[in-house]
């Protein structure tokens, strides 16, 4: 079946202006992850979803940012105000329930703040 | 405490030669410790993975050492072939309660012919 997919791929937006990036994870995945990746900077953990609920929201960098998930499938990240400090590309991973680190990651969205 | 250094930030190497890229982490409870790998444009994708109850496992040219004592592990790419080119990143994660990978900062792979 095919794999994690993101859209949109390139978001350009005016400082201020709310954003929505969206995940659709493997077909059957119930844990779901999103992830930021700054340039020359590793994978920074934002948020993680088993089915619909978030046990660990701990990465959110501030509460202009958030995200749902529904039906167990389809999540969205929701930047609200964005600001420059924001660019960065957004990556989706979901995995199996049993095998919670073995991660398979989207391609990612990138998003540029101007 | 959930640190993970990852070294060197690029390296160089011949082909056919042996890629080595090295992790150090803080925490005691990691117990996974996965390596990914990540093309331009695309999302990490799993390479091998290893669990602190086995000092080294290799899959193919790849092959991951540990050193529980140190907290350390390493990845070694044998055979070094310019599709290995790639940024490579370590990851570690702890079972149970924390399902969230802590990543190194990656290290941007070149084999030059």
């Known amino acids: 079946g095919a794999g994690v997919s993101q859209s949109p791929s390139n978001k350009v937006t005016e400082k201020g202006k709310d954003v929505e990036l969206r995940c659709d994870p493997i077909s059957g995945h119930t844990a779901l992850y999103w992830y930021r990746q700054s340039l020359g900077q590793g994978l920074e953990f934002l948020i993680y979803?088993?089915?619909?609920?978030?046990?660990?929201k701990s990465g959110l960098p501030s509460d202009r940012f958030s995200a749902e998930r529904t039906g167990g499938s389809v999540s969205t990240l929701t930047i609200q105000r964005t600001q420059q400090e924001d660019s960065a590309v957004y990556l989706c991973a979901s995995s199996w329930s049993d095998t919670l680190y073995e991660q398979y990651f989207g391609p990612g969205t990138r998003l540029t703040v101007t | 405490q959930q640190q993970v250094k990852q070294s060197p930030q690029s390296l160089i190497v011949q082909k056919g030669g042996i890629s080595i890229i090295n992790c150090a982490y803080e925490n005691t409870a990691f117990d996974y410790f996965p390596w990914y790998q990540q093309f331009p444009g695309k999302g990490p994708a799993l390479l091998i993975a290893i669990r602190p109850d086995v000092s080294e496992k290799k899959e193919g040219r790849f092959t991951i050492s540990f050193n529980k004592s140190a907290k350390q592990f390493s990845l070694h790419i044998m055979d070094s072939q310019p599709g290995d080119s790639a940024t490579y990143f370590c990851a570690a994660g702890k079972n149970f309660g924390n399902e969230k990978l802590t990543f190194g900062t990656g290290t941007r792979l070149t084999i030059i012919p």
């Open positions: 979803f088993q089915g619909n609920s978030a046990p660990d």
